[in-house]
Nanobody, 125 residues
Framework: QVQLQESGGGLVQAGDSLRLSCNAF????????MGWFRQAPGLEREFVSG????????YYAEAVKGRFSISRETGKNTVYLQMNSLKPEDTAVYHC??????????????????WGEGTQVTVSP
């Protein structure tokens, strides 16, 4: 059984930074991509960022390009999301995601095999 455990959320002011972490326990597969989605109240869950198994390919939503940076420690099954220059519109629950069976460049909720429960990020004006 695969479990994803997120940490690092919190309440910050606009312009501040946060770093999210996600640890994957279990064996999602021999190779798997990891990433982040977020969901604000009343809105659909949306893709934020993803990274391939080897870490050589990264993917970002347009809304976070240039502000967020994803990285991973493959040997530790850990992925990080460094979030800089945070804006109030970044407020959401951030969910860690693992994809083991779909192409690494495909980042849609339906392509995710495992989800974390999420960590709240709140950015005040």
């Amino acid at each position: 059984q695969v479990q994803l455990q997120e940490s690092g959320g919190g309440l910050v002011q606009a312009g501040d930074s946060l770093r999210l972490s996600c640890n994957a326990f279990g064996r999602p597969g021999s190779t798997y991509a990891m990433g982040w989605f977020r969901q604000a109240p009343g809105l659909e869950r949306e893709f934020v960022s993803g990274i391939s198994w080897s870490g050589d390919r990264t993917y970002y939503a347009e809304a976070v390009k240039g502000r967020f940076s994803i990285s991973r420690e493959t040997g530790k099954n850990t992925v990080y999301l460094q979030m800089n220059s945070l804006k109030p519109e970044d407020t959401a629950v951030y969910h860690c995601a693992v994809k083991a069976f779909s192409p690494p460049e495909l980042w849609e909720p339906r392509a995710v095999d495992y989800w974390g429960e999420g960590t709240q990020v709140t950015v005040s004006p």
